[in-house]
Nanobody
Framework: QVQLVESGGGLVQAGGSLKLSCVAS????????MGWYRQAPGKQRELVARISSSGITNYADSVKGRFTISRDSAKNTVDLQMHSLKPEDTAVYYC??????????????WGQGTQVTVSS
């Protein structure tokens, strides 16, 4: 019932900026997190940043101070503004919805992913 569509990936030089956007469609419950994960070749998928429906944010230590996550819950969108990009930021970035159907029924939905490549 939920679809997530990412956009904004691309190629950028080290030190540059890029903004990722995600639009969710379907039934989005009132209590939820929307966020971004990334997966580089040979590595497991990791949390980059997420933001709750009440505005609480979490960031990976590796991106603190460089990335900013924001959302418009009324439109079910989430953005990730990335600055001072590093080659190690290169990965496929996935939009995620953590939809709280209930306290004991939290369901995750994923977008298709968008490639971010940072050249040195």
């Amino acid at each position: 019932q939920v679809q997530l569509v990412e956009s904004g990936g691309g190629l950028v030089q080290a030190g540059g900026s890029l903004k990722l956007s995600c639009v969710a469609s379907g039934i989005i419950f009132g209590i939820n997190y929307m966020g971004w994960y990334r997966q580089a070749p040979g590595k497991q998928r990791e949390l980059v940043a997420r933001i709750s429906s009440s505005g609480i944010t979490n960031y990976a230590d590796s991106v603190k101070g460089r990335f900013t996550i924001s959302r418009d819950s009324a439109k079910n969108t989430v953005d990730l503004q990335m600055h001072s990009l590093k080659p190690e930021d290169t990965a496929v970035y996935y939009c995620n919805l953590e939809n709280w159907h209930g306290i004991s029924d939290v369901r995750n939905y994923w977008g298709q992913g968008t490639q971010v490549t940072v050249s040195s």
